[in-house]
């Protein structure tokens, strides 16, 4: 083939493909020229997932009626008029490029008014051209209503999941932007169901209770170095507060809703020592710099910034977070305590034998080929945490918790399959407060969640009601094991979803570290951990055991 220029509607529908990946795309883009424009209330309403139909509202300065056909054109732009300007933006939005490419993947409709214009103007564009425009009367403002979209994409329709995971795509968003800007009045109705409603008051706090429930609000920790150069304030979860992802984890540069390694980095460091491996803070970071400070150019859908002085971002923000936790920590609090920082000298001791297991080329050859594990007998406990066993080639050190979550596991996915979960009810129901995006996620998958022995109905706004959980499961674990499982995503597939909710309940079930076990007690727990399918790793794949050879024994004390 000979090298050729593409075609204009071509080159449109592929750069369109960069910045809409998804309808929470169409809804980001809309939603930031909604707040560029300086509305204090946004609504909006979608409808099959954001594909069918999306409509954003908002009561900002509008659009001129002679130039409300340029919002379509590629690169055309009121932000900013200069590379220089683009230095110093405070927009969000700066490269004229959303509209037009909206428009180019779905039917698009705008209708708008700004303050000094009698009427509105309407425009509805088809394949990226308009089909029809007139006056017609609206309050000051913009609204702009998207349907159809990828019908011209078959490629990209194919890749969107189902309709409950962009729900979720797209209320995370909405719930980012609120909280973002708490002074904004956002509303968000999904097939007609209002999911989010912030009161656009201005206080964080308030839009925290919206998003993640007053419980949560009310435990997190406000953070706050403001004043100079640089801020840094918002939210952070108290220790004994903690996720199972780093989903809750907002960063906002310059109120720009952004992904950043750097600052999750820099906030998980802070808790170093306070949350357990595997489990993550919440956090709400609002970053303010000079805009000259932070290039907001380095990824077509405006989700990454690079700062020009990462260095001292990252320690600013570990020292703020680390700052609060320790500030916090001073007042004593009731049930909640750091388990999992043994004071420095034992931690050595303990990483000891690792060491010599990972040098020692006898045992780990013929333990990886011989995944079933040999006879034990149980020694004793130590530190009530682990199990020393001895076995016919040396010592073994077993993760009590390790090992009891693989053996429920195992017991779990077979009893779920096979519908024996046995289930206990409970006498007083717990309840338990969603955030809206756990609700959509938990909605999609009630069935499936009946089958693991929860039943869970909704009971007013956010709240819902826990009526029946595994046996296995302590009533006290059950709530914080719930909002777990609804935090994983629609997305996932069934058998994934499946595993990851085993996973959740098995961990939570599990003895603990800590917890002083009867010899009886240890000895039937290693009789269950030989009949697993893989007793050597926890089923997040951490090892259960640890396993001194006589062999190493005897070269540490010189006997070789
Ligand atoms: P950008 O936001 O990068 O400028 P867009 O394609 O998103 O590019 O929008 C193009 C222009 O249309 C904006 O610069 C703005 O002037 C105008 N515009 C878009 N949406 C709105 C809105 N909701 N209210 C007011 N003006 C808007
Ligand atoms: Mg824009």
Same mark, same amino acid.
């Given at each position: ?30 939603? =930031? ?313 034992? =931690? ?18 013929? @333990? ?79 069935? @499936? ?41 629609? =997305? ?27 010899? =009886? ?40």
């Amino acid at each position: 083939m000979s090298i050729r220029i593409l075609a204009p509607e071509v080159i449109s529908k592929i750069a369109a493909g960069e910045v809409v990946e998804r309808p929470a795309s169409v809804v980001k883009e809309l939603v =930031e020229n909604s707040l560029d424009a300086g509305a204090s209330q946004v609504s909006i309403e979608v409808r099959g997932g954001g594909v069918s139909f999306i409509r954003v509202t908002d009561n900002g300065a509008g659009i001129p009626s002679q130039e409300i056909e340029l919002c379509f054109h590629r690169y055309a732009t009121s932000k900013i008029t200069s590379l220089a300007d683009l230095e110093k933006s405070t927009s969000l939005g700066f490269r004229g490029e959303a509209l037009p490419s909206i428009a180019a993947v779905a039917e698009a409709s705008i209708l708008s008014r700004s303050k000094d214009e009698m009427a509105g103007t309407y425009l509805s564009l088809r394949d990226g051209g308009v089909v029809e425009r007139g006056a017609r009367g609206c309050p000051q403002g913009t609204t702009v209503v998207v349907r159809s979209l990828f019908r011209n994409l078959p490629a990209r329709l194919k890749f969107l999941k189902s309709l409950a995971t962009e729900n979720s795509h797209i209320i995370e968003l909405v719930s980012q932007y609120s909280l973002a800007f708490p002074e904004v009045r956002f509303s968000l109705s999904v097939d007609g169901r209002p999911i989010l409603n912030t009161p656009g008051n201005g206080r964080a706090r308030d839009v925290l209770v919206e998003v993640y429930g007053l419980e949560i609000a009310q435990t997190m920790l406000e953070i706050g170095k403001r004043g100079g150069e640089l801020s840094i304030y918002g939210y952070i979860s108290p220790p004994s507060v903690s996720r199972a992802s780093r989903s809750y984890l907002s960063f906002f540069v310059n109120r720009r809703w952004v992904q950043s390694r750097l600052l999750s980095r820099a906030v998980e460091k802070a808790y170093e020592g306070l949350l357990m491996t595997g489990r993550y803070p919440m956090a709400v970071v609002n970053i303010s710099v000079p805009p000259q400070d932070v290039d907001i150019n380095v990824h077509p859908a405006k989700r990454e910034v690079r700062f020009r002085q990462e260095h001292s971002i990252f320690s600013a923000t570990y020292e703020v977070v680390h700052g609060t936790l320790v500030e916090q920590a001073r007042v004593p609090e009731v049930g909640s305590k750091p388990i999992f920082a043994p004071p420095p000298g034992q =931690e050595k001791a303990w990483q000891m034998p690792i060491q010599h297991e990972a040098t020692s080329p006898p045992s780990s050859t013929s @333990e990886t080929a011989h995944p079933s594990l040999p006879i034990l007998r149980v020694v004793g406990q130590l530190a009530s945490t682990y199990i020393l066993a001895e076995g016919p080639d040396g010592l073994y050190l077993i993760d009590q918790h390790a090992a009891h979550e693989r053996v429920l596991f195992d017991k779990i996915l077979a009893q779920q399959a096979q519908r024996t979960i046995e289930v206990q009810g409970l006498l007083e129901p717990l309840t338990i407060e969603l955030s809206p995006r756990q609700r959509e996620n938990l909605s999609s998958r009630a069935p @499936e969640l009946a089958h693991f022995g929860i039943e869970i109905e909704p009971f007013g706004d956010r709240t819902y009601i826990i009526r029946t959980i595994p046996a296995m499961l302590g009533v006290d674990k059950a709530a914080e094991a719930v909002r777990e499982i609804s935090d994983s995503q629609g =997305e996932d597939t069934t058998t994934k979803w499946v595993e990851r909710t085993a996973l959740t309940l098995a961990c939570h079930s599990a003895i603990r570290a800590g917890q002083t076990l009867e010899q =009886e007690e240890t000895k039937e727990l290693i009789r269950q951990l030989e009949q697993t399918t893989s007793p050597r790793t926890c089923p997040h794949g951490r090892p259960t055991m640890i396993h001194l050879s006589s062999w190493q024994l005897q070269k540490e004390f010189g006997r070789t």
